[in-house]
């Protein structure tokens, strides 16, 4: 069990550094548009690349740790990705998150504890 709630830390660690990545990325280049220069924009950002690279690692090892473990098992694991989601926005982009969003996210991982006994 230990094994499997490193491996769902990895997977969960990648998708959200994934997701910061291209937080950062969309940052640098403005105000979302369905034109050629937004997404001529974003493919000129190394964040973005570094945003795909990171996805499909957590891919990669999402399907590792698919063919060894129940889904069941595993997957209410990857809610961890809600604590990481919250202290990336926290410390990288200074967001502010209010107490009732932290209740929310430890009410979702007492579930995924329960769901994964």
Same mark, same amino acid.
């Given at each position: 069990?230990?094994?499997?709630? $490193?491996?769902?830390?990895?997977? #969960? ?8 990545f ?31 690279i990171?996805?499909? #690692? ?15 098992? #595993? ?32 009410? $979702?991982?007492?579930? #995924? ?5």
């Amino acid at each position: 069990m230990i094994r499997l709630f $490193i491996l769902v830390l990895l997977q #969960a660690s990648l998708v959200v550094g994934a997701e910061c990545f291209l937080k950062v990325a969309l940052t640098k280049i403005g105000d979302f548009a369905w034109t050629w220069a937004f997404f001529k924009g974003a493919l000129s950002t190394w964040q973005l690349y570094v945003a795909g690279i990171t996805a499909i #690692a957590g891919v990669i090892e999402w399907m590792y740790v698919l063919k060894r473990y129940d889904l069941s098992l #595993a997957y209410p694991l990857t809610a961890i990705s809600f604590i990481l989601s919250l202290v990336a926005g926290a410390a990288i982009f200074h967001e502010v998150v209010p107490p009732t969003r932290w209740i929310g996210v430890v009410l $979702i991982m007492a579930g #995924a504890f329960l769901v994964s006994r």
